[in-house]
């Protein structure tokens, strides 16, 4: 007999915000931790930079030991990374050791794939569609709720508050999965380890994201920045040569290759760009001295977070509505709508950004459209793979999601730092830089918005919404 939602659902959605809350919480405060630990600007970015690459090469590794092992053993041990990390956190003065710390942390970036996996396995199939929305888009719901929570404890306690933070939530999370998460059945026994394909994947993300996030820094013309891009560019060439040859990939490339698995990627890249990029954007802007800059309106880390408050609402509530679209329409409707929700907000920002209530505004209508998308992408990879691969399936598409961050990041801080205003004692970004980032971000969701007229979506069965089944019985994709 499979387990009730109200008992699995809780514990999973936990652990989602956990590592969202924890991967963004430390973004507002990079100054002022740069200050404290008395490390430069430039050093202190490898508090996010090291989060990140051990995110994405951990994820996918974590979905297919999931798919071989079971999903319950491996999602301990990714919050089990996160609950470690923080520790270490709280304990530590050091910034070396700060930043081992968010490299254990970012072993919670397996939890996505493997929630999602879990939730196809366990669930009653009609509540399969809305428990994968819920817990993709609780992935722009923390994300959200990690930056107020950032303000409004450094309103009454130092940094390591944020890490404390980080701790409750992940023992928390731990406790709730081993008492409300069944042990799964579902292995993939006849799979096998694939360490030359892990090791060369983790080379050439670690080398692209190590260049992206550290190009402002370096100069994107550099001789390091320009070397990582080629090392990256032929260790990912070696890394597909060898998992299209050995008897067990870690990655099957024919399943990448499938239009709804390789163009649902594709707009997960674009969607990170555009969220993590705006969400950098919006809270430096609303934080700019605006006697200083005539634009801004000089907030504190919490007024600012209060500002992106209602993208983490949004994506909540999108999650639900995209569970229900999914169900009816299949998941190309409800990804093409989080896309265009993106872009509108964005684009809104570029044009309208004189009052806070316009802030407020573009922030609700991006995070509706955040929710809907990531609510949309796992349908669309669980329709398309076996439920033997969907680990690994819904971690690649996690890693793209962080990749297209790291790189809306880089590129939304080139923006802002290519146009500074002159004569000024410290520097600030003048208001066209903040328009051009704000367009760039949008343009970057509107394509997303187009990208699923690529799949080929096919319904099968008239199922109403009450008997609704999962993704893969509802909506047959072209493979």
Same mark, same amino acid.
């Given at each position: 007999m499979r387990p009730s939602s109200a008992r699995v659902l809780p514990a999973l959605v936990l652990a989602m915000l956990a590592f969202s809350v924890v991967q963004t919480a430390v973004v507002p405060i990079l100054p002022s931790l740069a200050k404290e630990l008395d490390v430069s600007g430039s050093n202190i970015t490898w508090l996010m930079t090291a989060n990140l690459l051990s995110a994405a090469v951990l994820t996918p590794l974590l979905g297919r030991f999931g798919d071989l092992r079971g999903r319950k053993p491996m999602l301990l041990v990714s919050l /089990?990374?996160? @609950?470690a990390g923080s520790a270490l956190a709280v304990g530590t003065h050091s910034f070396t050791w700060l930043v081992v710390a968010r490299v254990l942390q970012g072993a919670g970036g397996g939890v996505l794939p493997l929630a999602i996996s879990i939730v196809r396995d366990e669930l009653p199939k009609e509540k399969v569609t809305g428990g994968v929305a819920l817990i993709s888009a609780s992935m722009g719901v923390g994300s959200g709720?990690?930056? @107020?929570?950032?303000?409004?404890?450094? =309103?009454?306690?130092?940094? $390591?508050?944020?890490?404390?933070? *980080? +701790?409750?939530? /992940?023992? +928390? %999370? @731990? &406790?709730l999965v081993i008492f409300r998460v069944p042990t799964d059945p579902v292995t993939d026994k006849n799979g096998g380890a694939d360490p030359l394909g892990a090791l060369t994947l983790a080379g050439w993300l670690c080398a692209l994201l190590v260049a992206v996030s550290q190009g402002n820094t370096w100069g994107w013309t550099s001789t390091r920045t320009l070397g990582l891009f080629a090392v990256a560019a032929v260790v990912a060439l070696i890394w597909g040569l060898i998992e299209v040859r050995v008897a067990h990939p870690l990655v099957d490339m024919k399943m990448m290759a499938r239009p709804a698995v390789a163009f649902t990627n594709l707009s997960g890249l674009l969607i990170g760009f555009g969220m993590y990029g705006s969400f950098m954007v919006i809270s430096n802007f609303a934080q700019t001295p605006e006697k200083v800059a005539h634009y801004g309106f000089t907030a504190s880390v919490l007024h600012a977070g209060v500002m992106l408050l209602p993208s983490a609402i949004g994506s909540m509530v999108a999650a639900? /509505?995209?569970?229900? +679209?999914?169900? !009816? !329409?299949g998941p190309r409707l409800p990804l093409v709508l989080g896309g265009l929700l /993106?872009? &509108? *907000?964005?684009?809104? +920002? %570029?044009v309208r950004h004189g009052a806070e209530g316009d802030i407020y505004l573009a922030s609700a209508v991006f995070g509706l459209g955040v929710g809907l998308a990531y609510a949309a992408m796992p349908a669309y990879i669980n329709g398309a793979v076996p439920v033997e691969q969907s680990g690994i399936a819904n971690g690649m598409n996690a890693v793209l999601r962080t990749v297209g961050g790291a790189i809306g990041t880089a590129v939304m801080g080139a923006i802002l730092t290519g146009d500074l205003i002159p004569h000024l004692p410290i520097p600030l970004p003048t208001l066209d830089a903040y328009q051009h980032a704000f367009w760039v971000a949008g343009a970057m969701c509107l394509v997303a918005a187009v990208v699923p007229f690529a799949i080929?979506? &096919? $319904?099968?069965?008239?199922?109403? &919404? =009450? %008997?609704?089944?999962?993704?893969p019985e509802l909506v047959k994709t072209d493979a």
């Open positions: /089990g990374g996160l @609950v709720l990690g930056l @107020v929570a950032t303000g409004l404890l450094l =309103e009454h306690w130092n940094y $390591k508050s944020i890490f404390w933070m *980080g +701790l409750a939530f /992940g023992l +928390l %999370a @731990v &406790v639900p /509505g995209g569970a229900l +679209l999914i169900a !009816r !329409r /993106g872009a &509108v *907000g964005l684009m809104y +920002l %570029a080929r979506t &096919v $319904k099968t069965t008239p199922a109403p &919404v =009450e %008997a609704a089944a999962s993704a």
